[in-house]
Protein backbone atom coordinates (compact mmCIF):
# COMPACT_ATOMS: atom_id res chain seq x y z
CA UNK A 1 0.00 0.00 0.00
CA UNK A 2 1.24 3.39 -1.15
CA UNK A 3 2.51 5.87 1.90
CA UNK A 4 -0.03 8.26 2.28
CA UNK A 5 2.52 10.83 2.70
CA UNK A 6 3.51 10.48 -0.85
CA UNK A 7 0.15 9.51 -2.84
CA UNK A 8 -0.79 11.79 -5.84
CA UNK A 9 -4.07 9.42 -5.85
CA UNK A 10 -6.91 8.79 -4.03
CA UNK A 11 -8.26 5.28 -3.43
CA UNK A 12 -10.13 5.99 -6.57
CA UNK A 13 -7.04 6.15 -8.72
CA UNK A 14 -7.98 10.00 -9.11
CA UNK A 15 -5.15 12.39 -9.00
CA UNK A 16 -5.02 14.61 -6.35
CA UNK A 17 -2.49 16.93 -5.09
CA UNK A 18 1.12 16.52 -3.38
CA UNK A 19 -0.01 15.72 0.84
CA UNK A 20 0.59 18.38 2.81
CA UNK A 21 0.03 16.26 6.25
CA UNK A 22 2.45 18.44 8.31
CA UNK A 23 0.96 21.84 7.28
CA UNK A 24 0.20 24.34 9.99
CA UNK A 25 -0.78 28.07 9.23
CA UNK A 26 1.61 30.30 8.82
CA UNK A 27 1.98 33.50 11.33
CA UNK A 28 0.62 36.84 10.17
CA UNK A 29 3.65 38.89 9.10
CA UNK A 30 4.68 41.95 11.57
CA UNK A 31 5.81 45.37 10.79
CA UNK A 32 8.99 44.96 12.31
CA UNK A 33 11.75 46.67 10.34
CA UNK A 34 13.82 44.90 7.25
CA UNK A 35 17.39 45.96 6.92
CA UNK A 36 19.85 45.12 4.02
CA UNK A 37 22.95 47.14 2.58
CA UNK A 38 20.80 49.65 0.55
CA UNK A 39 17.92 50.23 2.32
CA UNK A 40 15.85 49.73 5.29
CA UNK A 41 11.64 49.08 5.21
CA UNK A 42 10.35 50.22 8.02
CA UNK A 43 6.13 50.89 9.28
CA UNK A 44 4.68 53.97 7.41
CA UNK A 45 4.07 56.51 9.70
CA UNK A 46 2.55 59.90 8.43
CA UNK A 47 4.83 61.80 11.47
CA UNK A 48 7.96 60.21 10.01
CA UNK A 49 7.82 59.41 6.10
CA UNK A 50 5.00 61.90 4.72
CA UNK A 51 6.53 65.00 3.84
CA UNK A 52 10.15 63.42 2.92
CA UNK A 53 8.16 60.97 0.18
CA UNK A 54 6.32 63.55 -1.00
CA UNK A 55 9.39 65.73 -1.69
CA UNK A 56 10.64 62.47 -3.66
CA UNK A 57 7.42 61.71 -5.70
CA UNK A 58 7.48 65.55 -6.54
CA UNK A 59 10.07 64.78 -8.95
CA UNK A 60 7.93 62.80 -10.97
CA UNK A 61 6.46 66.11 -12.00
CA UNK A 62 3.94 64.54 -14.66
CA UNK A 63 2.00 62.12 -12.03
CA UNK A 64 3.18 59.26 -14.05
CA UNK A 65 3.74 56.98 -11.02
CA UNK A 66 0.45 57.16 -9.74
CA UNK A 67 -1.39 56.43 -13.00
CA UNK A 68 -2.32 53.01 -12.18
CA UNK A 69 -2.26 53.42 -8.59
CA UNK A 70 -5.75 53.27 -6.99
CA UNK A 71 -5.25 56.98 -5.28
CA UNK A 72 -2.80 59.70 -5.81
CA UNK A 73 -1.07 61.86 -6.95
CA UNK A 74 -1.54 64.10 -4.04
CA UNK A 75 -1.43 67.76 -4.22
CA UNK A 76 0.57 68.71 -0.76
CA UNK A 77 2.38 66.87 1.73
CA UNK A 78 -0.65 66.99 3.83
CA UNK A 79 -2.80 65.36 1.45
CA UNK A 80 -0.18 62.48 0.90
CA UNK A 81 0.24 62.50 4.97
CA UNK A 82 -4.06 62.17 5.51
CA UNK A 83 -3.60 59.12 3.06
CA UNK A 84 -0.84 57.80 5.33
CA UNK A 85 -2.65 58.04 8.48
CA UNK A 86 -5.73 56.40 7.33
CA UNK A 87 -3.41 53.20 5.95
CA UNK A 88 -0.43 53.55 8.53
CA UNK A 89 -2.50 51.23 11.27
CA UNK A 90 -3.57 48.60 9.04
CA UNK A 91 -2.75 44.86 9.51
CA UNK A 92 -4.01 44.00 5.55
CA UNK A 93 -2.35 45.84 3.65
CA UNK A 94 0.60 46.15 6.18
CA UNK A 95 2.39 49.14 4.85
CA UNK A 96 6.54 49.55 4.67
CA UNK A 97 8.24 53.06 4.02
CA UNK A 98 11.69 51.90 1.98
CA UNK A 99 14.31 54.19 3.27
CA UNK A 100 17.89 54.63 1.41
CA UNK A 101 20.61 54.08 3.70
CA UNK A 102 22.76 56.61 2.31
CA UNK A 103 20.61 59.20 2.61
CA UNK A 104 18.39 58.17 5.90
CA UNK A 105 15.39 59.55 3.44
CA UNK A 106 12.54 57.42 2.58
CA UNK A 107 12.30 57.36 -0.94
CA UNK A 108 9.12 54.76 -1.50
CA UNK A 109 6.69 52.47 -0.09
CA UNK A 110 5.09 49.04 -0.43
CA UNK A 111 3.33 46.38 1.38
CA UNK A 112 1.89 43.17 1.92
CA UNK A 113 -1.77 42.46 1.34
CA UNK A 114 -4.26 39.73 1.05
CA UNK A 115 -2.70 38.04 3.39
CA UNK A 116 -3.89 34.28 4.05
CA UNK A 117 -2.38 32.61 7.27
CA UNK A 118 -3.86 29.72 6.74
CA UNK A 119 -3.54 28.64 3.20
CA UNK A 120 0.27 30.11 3.14
CA UNK A 121 -0.37 33.30 0.51
CA UNK A 122 -0.05 36.43 0.45
CA UNK A 123 0.89 39.84 -2.04
CA UNK A 124 3.11 42.38 -2.70
CA UNK A 125 1.47 45.37 -3.58
CA UNK A 126 0.95 49.31 -3.15
CA UNK A 127 4.33 49.56 -4.41
CA UNK A 128 5.31 53.32 -4.96
CA UNK A 129 8.57 53.99 -6.29
CA UNK A 130 10.00 58.03 -5.92
CA UNK A 131 12.37 58.61 -9.36
CA UNK A 132 15.04 58.77 -6.72
CA UNK A 133 14.39 54.99 -5.78
CA UNK A 134 13.66 53.64 -9.36
CA UNK A 135 16.68 51.64 -11.07
CA UNK A 136 18.22 51.43 -8.08
CA UNK A 137 20.03 48.68 -6.09
CA UNK A 138 17.97 49.29 -3.36
CA UNK A 139 14.73 48.72 -5.31
CA UNK A 140 15.23 45.72 -5.73
CA UNK A 141 17.16 44.94 -2.67
CA UNK A 142 13.46 46.26 -0.96
CA UNK A 143 11.76 43.48 -2.96
CA UNK A 144 13.73 40.83 -1.92
CA UNK A 145 13.72 41.63 1.75
CA UNK A 146 10.23 41.16 1.28
CA UNK A 147 10.63 37.85 -0.32
CA UNK A 148 13.28 36.96 2.32
CA UNK A 149 10.61 37.44 4.86
CA UNK A 150 7.51 35.82 3.70
CA UNK A 151 9.64 32.78 2.24
CA UNK A 152 12.64 32.03 5.17
CA UNK A 153 11.09 33.96 7.79
CA UNK A 154 7.42 32.83 7.99
CA UNK A 155 7.20 29.84 5.48
CA UNK A 156 4.63 31.06 3.05
CA UNK A 157 4.24 28.46 0.26
CA UNK A 158 3.02 31.33 -2.45
CA UNK A 159 3.50 34.93 -3.25
CA UNK A 160 1.59 37.38 -5.46
CA UNK A 161 2.44 40.17 -7.64
CA UNK A 162 -0.69 41.56 -9.37
CA UNK A 163 -1.39 44.86 -11.32
CA UNK A 164 -2.96 46.59 -14.31
CA UNK A 165 -2.37 44.55 -17.74
CA UNK A 166 -1.63 48.04 -19.22
CA UNK A 167 1.01 48.94 -16.78
CA UNK A 168 4.31 47.70 -18.73
CA UNK A 169 6.69 48.65 -16.22
CA UNK A 170 5.11 46.68 -13.47
CA UNK A 171 4.53 43.66 -15.75
CA UNK A 172 8.51 44.14 -16.47
CA UNK A 173 9.70 44.63 -12.88
CA UNK A 174 7.65 41.18 -12.14
CA UNK A 175 9.48 39.57 -14.61
CA UNK A 176 12.71 40.44 -13.86
CA UNK A 177 12.20 39.56 -10.52
CA UNK A 178 11.37 36.06 -10.99
CA UNK A 179 7.52 36.44 -10.78
CA UNK A 180 5.58 33.95 -13.14
CA UNK A 181 3.01 35.11 -15.56
CA UNK A 182 -0.41 33.02 -14.30
CA UNK A 183 -2.66 35.07 -16.77
CA UNK A 184 -4.78 38.35 -16.79
CA UNK A 185 -8.73 38.19 -15.14
CA UNK A 186 -10.49 40.66 -17.42
CA UNK A 187 -12.90 43.07 -15.93
CA UNK A 188 -11.26 42.13 -12.75
CA UNK A 189 -11.68 45.65 -10.62
CA UNK A 190 -12.79 49.53 -11.87
CA UNK A 191 -10.08 51.95 -10.41
CA UNK A 192 -10.36 55.49 -11.18
CA UNK A 193 -13.65 55.02 -12.77
CA UNK A 194 -11.80 53.10 -15.42
CA UNK A 195 -11.83 49.36 -16.08
CA UNK A 196 -8.58 47.21 -14.73
CA UNK A 197 -7.55 43.95 -16.30
CA UNK A 198 -5.41 42.28 -13.74
CA UNK A 199 -2.48 40.76 -14.82
CA UNK A 200 -1.33 37.89 -12.14
CA UNK A 201 2.18 37.06 -11.06
CA UNK A 202 3.41 34.40 -8.71
CA UNK A 203 6.74 32.69 -6.73
CA UNK A 204 6.21 29.50 -4.74
CA UNK A 205 8.41 28.23 -2.36
CA UNK A 206 9.83 25.59 -4.68
CA UNK A 207 11.21 28.09 -6.96
CA UNK A 208 12.47 30.35 -4.36
CA UNK A 209 16.06 28.84 -3.24
CA UNK A 210 17.16 29.23 -6.53
CA UNK A 211 15.50 32.93 -6.95
CA UNK A 212 17.22 33.92 -3.38
CA UNK A 213 20.66 32.85 -5.10
CA UNK A 214 19.73 35.23 -7.93
CA UNK A 215 18.73 37.67 -5.80
CA UNK A 216 21.98 37.40 -3.91
CA UNK A 217 24.36 37.24 -6.21
CA UNK A 218 22.74 39.78 -8.24
CA UNK A 219 23.16 42.04 -5.09
CA UNK A 220 26.29 41.15 -4.29
CA UNK A 221 28.93 44.00 -3.71
CA UNK A 222 31.19 41.82 -6.52
CA UNK A 223 28.40 42.55 -9.12
CA UNK A 224 29.04 46.59 -9.13
CA UNK A 225 32.26 48.29 -10.43
CA UNK A 226 33.34 51.31 -8.83
CA UNK A 227 30.66 53.29 -10.45
CA UNK A 228 28.08 51.19 -9.30
CA UNK A 229 27.15 49.51 -12.61
CA UNK A 230 25.91 46.25 -12.82
CA UNK A 231 28.36 44.03 -14.20
CA UNK A 232 25.47 40.96 -15.04
CA UNK A 233 21.25 41.97 -15.55
CA UNK A 234 19.48 40.46 -12.98
CA UNK A 235 17.32 39.75 -15.70
CA UNK A 236 19.59 37.25 -17.35
CA UNK A 237 19.87 35.30 -13.81
CA UNK A 238 16.37 34.73 -13.76
CA UNK A 239 15.28 34.20 -17.24
CA UNK A 240 16.14 30.08 -16.54
CA UNK A 241 13.80 30.34 -13.45
CA UNK A 242 10.56 32.42 -15.01
Known amino acids: MANPATKTHNDLGQPVGMPMLNWTPRSRPLGTPMSGRFCRLEPLDAAA ?37 SVQQSEDPLFFAIVDLASEHPVGAASYLRIDPPMGVLEVGHVSYSPSLQRTPAATEAMYLMMRRAFDELGYRRYEWKCDSLNAPSRSAASRLGFRYEGTFRNAVVVKQRNRDTAWYSIVEAEWPALRTALEKWLAPANFDEAGCQQTRLSE ?6
Open 237 to 242: LTADLR
Open 49 to 85: HAKQLHDAHAADREGRNWTYMPYGPFASARTYASWIE
